[in-house]
């Protein structure tokens, strides 16, 4: 090796993934990013981390965030143009969503104003406080309208972390997965760290997603891709990762 070898700039930890299917970049919209410039700027630090392409998934939420594709299209209009001016590299693919699983989604469904990620995956999400008492039958309703269900964040609903053969039951079921990023670098705490690694060890994450709303998800990520256990879980989860396929 020549001497100037020594000198080389190490080079910048990548994602395991070129495809981001979780994150909040619409702006105004929800409570991910608020302006465009705040939402450029995000990208332009998920471009550095190897995505090339990003579908945003703002919040559709009863009550909280009633997102349509009517309010969706407009801020998603804008967040194309201002990372063309920007000169970001990043294709940016039509806007799917993240849907609470309730009477507002079950709205949205019969309207036909569910908008699906590419291969008919959909983002849905459970509450934070307990698991919808109708759950299994959406799911079920779900895929027999020809939609594949990923429920994202699973890790972090703590009312499983007690009964983790449910995780195994929904995922059993059919419905994929999609872990956070940051649930494996500690962001929400030890305890849905362990739980996100447990679905690690036990093949259950088939989507990772950054979840991102805001610098300090920035700032925690790359925190976490600076370590260790970033590359022994990139190295792990790779090859089994569906971002990139759909």
């Not at 299917?21 to 471009?47: A, F, N, Y």
């Not at 039509?94 to 590419?118: H, I, K, T, W």
């Not at 059919?174 to 929400?188: D, E, T």
Request: proline residues 6%; contains cysteine; hydrophobic residues 35%.
């Amino acid at each position: 090796m020549s001497m100037f070898g020594w000198f080389r700039k190490k080079q910048r930890p990548q994602l395991p993934f070129s495809t981001d299917v979780h994150c909040h970049l619409t702006p105004g919209i929800d409570d991910g990013s608020q302006s465009v410039e705040k939402s450029v700027r995000l990208l332009q630090h998920m471009q550095q981390w190897g995505l090339t392409r990003i579908i945003p998934t703002p919040h559709v939420t009863e009550d909280t965030f009633e997102n349509t594709p009517a309010i969706i299209d407009p801020a998603y209009g804008s967040l194309v143009a201002g990372a063309r001016d920007a000169g970001v590299e990043v294709e940016l693919l039509e806007p799917s969503a993240e849907y609470r699983l309730d009477n507002f989604f079950m709205q949205c469904l019969e309207q036909g104003l569910v908008r699906p990620l590419p291969g008919n995956y959909l983002l849905v999400e459970n509450g934070f406080n307990q698991e919808p008492w109708d759950l299994d039958e959406v799911l079920f309703e779900l895929n027999v309208k020809g939609y594949k269900p990923v429920l994202a964040h699973p890790e972090r609903y703590v009312y499983y972390h007690d009964d983790l053969d449910r995780y195994s039951r929904l995922h059993g079921s059919g419905v994929l997965f999609q872990c956070n990023l940051m649930s494996l670098g500690g962001y929400y705490g030890k305890e849905i760290k362990k739980v996100a690694e447990w679905m690690l060890e036990n093949d259950m994450i088939d989507f990772l997603g950054t979840d991102l709303h805001g610098m300090r998800h920035v700032e925690s990520i790359e925190r976490y891709m600076s370590t260790s256990h970033f590359a022994h879980v990139s190295e792990v989860l790779k090859p089994r990762l569906l971002n990139d396929k759909i």
